[in-house]
Nanobody
Framework: QVQLVESGGGLVQAGGSLRLSCAAS????????LGWFRQTSGKEREFVAA??????????AYADSVKGRFTVCRDNAKEIMYLQMNSLNHDDTGVYYC??????????????????WGQGTQVTVVS
């Protein structure tokens, strides 16, 4: 059984930075695509960033709203994925979820392509 545990969320001032972590266990971590999504109250879960598995050479993809500000990476030896978030603004507030897909190729971006999800970590950006 795959388990994903996010950490690193919190309260941050606008313009500040946070780094989220997603620790995984349960199957061959390096093989599968991973992703970050976020959700705010009353809205659907939205794609933030994704990173492919080993066969994809770690290809990455980002939502337009975070390009140039967020960076996703993975440490396959430690079985952890990270999301470095810089220049945070109020629109980045939400619960951030990490997810693992069943796909070994590419950086998948759609929620239905992910098999396992973490419990989420809250990020709140204040002025």
């Amino acid at each position: 059984q795959v388990q994903l545990v996010e950490s690193g969320g919190g309260l941050v001032q606008a313009g500040g930075s946070l780094r989220l972590s997603c620790a995984a266990s349960g199957r061959s971590f390096g093989s599968y695509g991973l992703g970050w999504f976020r959700q705010t109250s009353g809205k659907e879960r939205e794609f933030v960033a994704a990173i492919g598995g080993t066969w994809s050479g770690g290809i990455t993809a980002y939502a337009d709203s975070v390009k140039g500000r967020f960076t996703v990476c993975r440490d396959n030896a430690k079985e952890i994925m990270y999301l470095q978030m810089n220049s945070l603004n109020h629109d980045d507030t939400g619960v951030y979820y990490c997810a693992e897909s069943g796909q070994v190729e590419g950086a998948v971006k759609r929620a239905y392509q992910f098999d396992y999800w973490g419990q989420g970590t809250q990020v709140t950006v204040v002025s």
